[in-house]
């Protein structure tokens, strides 16, 4: 059996209108590749809410003003060697100046941990 790299996830919030845009930029940098599959991501589509406040430069909505956007929730996993290059591509391609993002450590991918001693 091979070993093969753990993946993470990468969880972002983009709005509607440039979800396919910022996707394909992961997508360049490696992310969405599972096994034998390439692309593979979960798109759920809802409401973001923001209200942006002094020192602000939104590229959607005013400075003091409650603002809501049709956003997806974008799901991607990929190499944890890649971290760096994944959130580089997204901060890139994403409109917001602060995009809304976690990145999570899937721990299914690493082997387990030896049993304590008795």
């Known amino acids: ?14 709005p509607a ?5 910022v996707l ?7 992310a969405g ?4 599959y390439r692309e593979c991501a979960f798109v759920l589509r809802g409401e973001g809410r923001f ?3 002094d020192g602000a430069h939104p590229t959607i909505g005013t400075v003091g003003e409650a603002e809501r956007v049709v956003e997806d929730r974008v799901e991607v996993a990929f190499p944890r060697s890649r971290r760096a290059l994944v959130v580089k591509a997204l901060r890139e391609a994403h409109p917001y100046e602060e995009p809304s993002f976690h990145v999570l450590v899937n721990v299914a991918d690493e082997a387990p941990s030896a049993p304590p001693a008795p």
């Open 33 to 36: 590749a599972v096994g034998d």
């Open 51 to 53: 209200r942006p406040v």
């Open 1 to 14: 059996m091979s070993a093969r790299e753990a993946l993470d996830v990468l969880v972002a919030h983009i």
């Open 17 to 21: 209108t440039h979800t396919d845009e």
């Open 24 to 30: 394909a930029a992961l997508f360049a940098v490696g």
